[in-house]
């Protein structure tokens, strides 16, 4: 018998999971040859009852299992040695010069949780790697983050006109409330630029789709002053190769530092920024901070990537649930208590928390479908390109995370 555990999560803002009972009962139907052990918690967003009904084992015991799934980062204290371990470690983006170390759940010291996953010989797979030849993730929590940080960020625009804002997400804790809400504002003005064209991107668009702003092309949107408008800039619209190559998204991937970004002249009219955009370190950043004074009508950033001190310069910090907004001084950009002559920047690194159940159902469908058969039957490459760590050994496609981890 395989026997597979599900975490207690660490954060007390994280009602996620990385199967639902409904998944747990799906696997089981599935399998015969597994068992699904549950560690009890009254945070999660299904109770254990549930998971008792569908057929899980509620144990605080996780010892007996082969692979644990998390969601976010485990604390380092909880990692039991020998173990098969699956979680968002937010280490891949790490480069030897430390950028992009501060990804991730705020105050989890990624030195330490790898050198304990490296001391207790554990296996560490991590679902951001889980990729197919062309590099596309087949897990993500993206959409949800982008139907969220969509909403938020509107809301966060409402408040700057000194409108009335929105119920929030985790308070409606229903997609289709968020939806039922959003069609009966108005979001006057509206100048909205989205980056991206994968999940999160989309999840953000399909959300759009129910307000009353207008989609425009970008030839449009720079033309069109007057209506609320929103314009979506694919990748192969915000960057150039810089020698004046045409766009190749694969030539991208492989060579980010190849190229610029172009979204300045499409910052004139805009008031809301919305980054949707997958981002790689060696990718060019949005823009500089010296820019902002030339983007006159911006007063707010929707960054739902989230990566700090990243492609968007403005993000210091990622924000909370709880307190998802702060905003900064046009001069300087020091952060400031919120005025009428400030940038509003929503930064949230969990957004698809707010929805947790909804959420958790898409993510755990791509764990059935498209993870554990090629754990349980035999993997056809998939599991092991997502291997950061084998038995306290780095393998040698993340020897960079090694180096980061020594200096």
Known sequence: MIKIGIIKESRSDDKRTPLTPKNVKDLLTSFSNIDLIVEPSTNRCFTDQEYKNNGAIISKNLDVCDL???????????????????????????????????????????????????????????YENIRDNLSRRYLGFGRFAGIVGCYNTLNLYLETLGEKPMPRAYELNSYDKLKENIVKRDFINAKILLTGDGRVAKGSLELLNYTNIVKKNKDKYLQDHNSSMY??????????????????????IKYPNMYYSILEKYMTNTNILISAHYWDPKSPKMFEKKDINKFKNLKVIGDITCDVNGSIPTTYRSSTIQKPYYFLNYENLQEIDGNNN??????????????????????????????????????????????????????????????????
Do not use: W
Request: with cysteine; hydrophobic share 35%.
């Open 231 to 252: 314009c979506n800039l694919t990748t192969a619209e915000y960057v150039e190769e810089k020698t004046g190559n045409t766009f190749s998204l694969s030539h991208f």
């Open 68 to 126: 644990i799934l998390g969601v976010k980062e485990i604390d380092p204290k909880n990692l039991i040695p020998n173990k098969k371990y699956m979680f968002f470690s937010h280490t891949s983006k790490i480069q030897s010069d430390n950028s992009a170390a501060a990804q991730g759940t705020p105050g989890m010291d990624k030195k330490l949780l790898l050198k304990e996953i490296q001391n207790k010989k554990i296996t560490l797979i991590d």
């Open 342 to 407: 400030s940038l509003a920047v929503m930064a949230v690194d969990n957004l698809p928390s707010e929805l947790p159940k909804d959420s958790s159902q898409e993510f755990g469908n791509g764990i059935v479908n498209e993870v554990l058969p090629f754990i349980i039957k035999g993997d056809d490459g998939r599991i092991k390109k997502a291997t950061i760590i084998e038995k306290g050994e780095f393998l040698p496609n993340y020897i960079y995370v090694k180096e980061y981890m020594n200096n």
